[in-house]
């Protein structure tokens, strides 16, 4: 496996009034070069703050990054943007994401300006109007205003944004949850075409299953700032060891009338907060499974099958149904 | 069967600034809900979903008007009645749910009191019985430590809470029919999931019909028995929940089903429906589907189609069909 | 689907993807006429402040008297198809004063209005965007400057510094700049956890170039809005000021003409009547076209 990749027992806590929120709590994994590690998790899972962290947006609280076999807090100024050249980013609310005051050419060539890439306006401008060809927004529309697309497009033109720079590494934060059914399917097949023809990698974070089974070649479910389950996609959806990944799987309402079951098993209790984590495993107050070991000690990111992490000190064995 | 309401012919427009056209957001809007049924209104962002409910319960903006239509309710067409009558019925025997529940709630007001003026409206319990009443429906649609909650602001409630709240307050005053605008589009699947199996009970205690508007398809198939498919203002499909997930016939259902990413397998593509929804000021002539639909004929361009029947009250706004459209 | 490359890959997508279509714009400047179109107030504000700013440009042309030749024959004649607005004490004509005051007034709107403007968005920023010590110490004089009253401020400023115009500019600059810091900080605030911002922070833009190629093209409508109405604002505290008699002696603006005309306001109401009206015209063009523009720009920002 070619890692790209390594977060490296990253933490980040936020101090608030009535305690300190772990965000995100020592989680570590690797993504590989061409790969595409989808993340899930409920709001408030840290899942979005592990994205920023990679990125540098915030800095952890202890942990490290790792980017391409160097460890980026390591790096210092121009070394660093350098470095983070390589990783970009594409962002949830394709109505926030775009300055509305900046034309979308402009928007695109920002990154090109901020690191000085082609020699002139001129050159810059024909790199932009070629990412617009690529990610299907007309080269005519260079002018235009943000306001001025439906949220389909605008999302086309943050991806041509985060792909200027010639990125290895794309983030995406949500990039399909504020958009139509329709248009998700065309950007997903765009985010998949685009993979395929230049070689990138995906850091995938949504909170929809099913999305994330379409793109993923691994996933990880993260709960209350801790992986609990990391694992090849198929086996994840097929035989989920931790209780908490069956029941997000069991909870998603499925497109299919005769898969209805009024008696399956609902995950009890409000998603919980991450502002003192009960101690013990985090998910016990709402797991059916729990006992005083899981009250009391943390359990470890096990491997159960080959790539396939678990951190459950009872995790499912076979397709039991609770 | 008896319908609880019944929409016909419903035409809602909006004016914006310094503009003289109107923009007609709902356009011949058709739609019954049988008594203690659930019907869903399907349909993306813009489509006309939310408008129409907004204009039955006379919550429509400033700028939107009902050009025509009925909409009976019990006998009485609701777009005709004076604002006090419709808001007793709304807070008597129709209940709203939002996505965002906040909205609904008063936020100077704590939920406890909201849910026991909820009640005394409905029955002549005194207070401290309305006040138990209450705390036994906070318990019952599943809010932890409900006599402290009970005390709560809604603003100190999570979003799940606060929509669990509302769900109560429905609950008593056990309306006859309930209308749900995106209830869980701003929540956690596990919420999710909660929300869903408490507006079906809802629906088994009281006899509720619902009316339910989302975008979701799955939410759609978990809840629903009957279906209709909104696309640009009108509907263009309406069939048994069942049958539409089975068979569906127009093209936009069509698309809309094969682009879900369901057990797609990663590496194949997903279907998707090409361009985007037309501007409510520049409606194609025909079919208003027809510019994003694969099986347009000439004659989709240029004539309008009308819902026909397919059989077993399987609507269908397409000249081919669904017979000719295999397309997948 | 194979793709065999990202040639192959474009030309599918050119033939599939590029028929999108767009919507026509609607950006501020169409929101402003339309805006103009609509709200026949912010209209009838524009139109008199280009009157009145060619009434002062053309003052010569307009006025047949000189303003400030005396002609002690003529002393507090009411008005009359000679002199339009009548004389004053000293016998000027009162409508060639009223259209070369409006110079003045003019000048002291927009000279301190723009000072407090460029003050107050500088401070603004650093306070928003750097947050911290410097906002504690930023926001912490602008508090002082805002609690204190404006007016006795103002004065105590003049009596230190001397009456002259020059001083009056410095005074309500620095009565007027707080309101801009604290509006300009609140948007840097909200703006600087947008999702733009933060995007253009994950592919590396410096600092300096969010600050002005991100917030500050998105604080401009709220701030064209905030000077329109800083102005009036200015023309206001200026009349007072020179009413109170603290204003420059030989600056001829309408509130030094007020003032000047209060002792004989029964006598001769039209001392008072046309600077005073002069004054209410004005303030209230610029309050109805700030008010419009705040309506146009308001419903934009927001999306």
Known sequence: MN??????????????????????????FTVAKGETLGLVGESGCGKSTLGKLILNLITPTSGAVWFKGTDLSALRGREQRRLRRGMQMIFQDPYASLDPRMTVGRIIMEPLTAHRVGSSRAERADMVRSLMEQVGIRPEFYGRYPHQFSGGQRQRIGIARALALDPELIICDEPVSALDVSIQAQILNLLSDLQAARGLTYLFISHD????????????????????????????????????????????????????????????????????????????????????????????????????????????????IF | MENILSIKDLVVSFASDGRKDRAVAVNGLSLDIPRGGTVGLVGESGCGKSVTSLSVMGLLAENGRVDAGEARFAGQDLLKLPDRELRKLRGNRISMIFQEPMTSLNPVLTVGRQLTEAIRQHSDMDKAAAKARAIELLEHVGIPEAA???????????????????????????????IADEPTTALDVSIEAQILRLMKDLQRRHGTSILMITHN????????????????????????????????????????????????PKGQRLYNIRGTVPNLRAMPAGCRFAPRCELASERCHAEKPGLIDLGGGHLCRCFLRGEAANHE | MKKTGKDAYTAQLSKQLLEAEIQPDDGVLSSVVNMFRVNRAALLG??????????????????????????????????SPTHWFGTDDLGRDVFARVVYGSRTSLMIGFVPSVISLLLGTVLGLMAGYMGRKVDAVIMRVADVVLAFPSLLLAMVVMYTLGSSILNMFIALSIINWAGTARVVRAQTLSLREKEFVEA???????????????????????????????IPGAIMWESSMSFLGV???NAASWGLMVSQGKSYAYMCPWLILAPGIAILVTVMAFNFLGDGLRDAIDPYMKT
């Open chain 3, 247 to 249: 204003g420059d002696p």
């Open chain 1, 209 to 320: 299953l099913n999305v994330v089974r379409y793109l993923s070649d691994r996933v990880m479910v993260m709960f209350l700032g801790q992986i609990c389950e990391l694992s090849p996609t198929e086996p994840l959806y097929s035989q989920p060891r931790h209780p908490y990944t069956k029941f997000l799987l069991e909870a998603v309402p499925q497109p299919d009338p005769t898969l209805r079951d009024d008696a399956r098993a609902l995950l009890a209790g409000e998603v919980a907060s991450a502002i003192n984590p009960p101690p013990g495993c985090r998910f016990h107050p709402r797991c059916p499974c729990a006992d005083d070991l899981c009250r009391h000690k943390q359990p470890d990111l096990v491997e159960m099958a080959p790539g396939h992490l678990c951190a459950c000190h009872h995790p499912l064995v076979d397709r039991e």
């Open chain 2, 217 to 264: 398809l799955g939410v759609v198939a978990e809840l629903c028995d009957e279906v209709y498919v909104m696309y640009a203002g009108e509907v263009v499909e309406r069939a048994d929940v069942f049958t539409l997930f089975r068979d569906c016939a127009h093209p936009y259902t069509r698309g809309l089903m094969a682009s879900l990413p369901r057990m797609t």
């Open chain 1, 3 to 28: 890692e790209l990749l390594r977060a490296e027992r990253l933490v980040k806590e936020f101090p608030v009034k009535n305690g300190v929120v772990h965000a995100v709590s020592d989680v570590s």
């Open chain 3, 200 to 230: 253009a922070r994950s592919m590396g833009v410096s600092h300096p170039r969010i600050v002005f190629r991100h917030i500050l093209p998105n604080c401009l409508p709220n701030l064209i809005v905030l000077f329109t109405l800083d």
């Open chain 3, 46 to 79: 524009l139109i008199l402040i280009l009157l009145i700013v060619l009434m002062a440009l053309l003052a010569p042309v307009i006025a047949r008297y000189d303003p400030n030749a005396l002609n002690l024959a003529d002393m507090r004649k009411p008005p």
């Open chain 2, 148 to 178: 402290t909650r009970f005390g709560n602001y809604p603003h100190q409630l999570s979003g799940g809470m606060r929509q669990r709240v509302m769900i109560g307050m429905a609950m008593a005053m056990t309306p006859d029919l309930l």
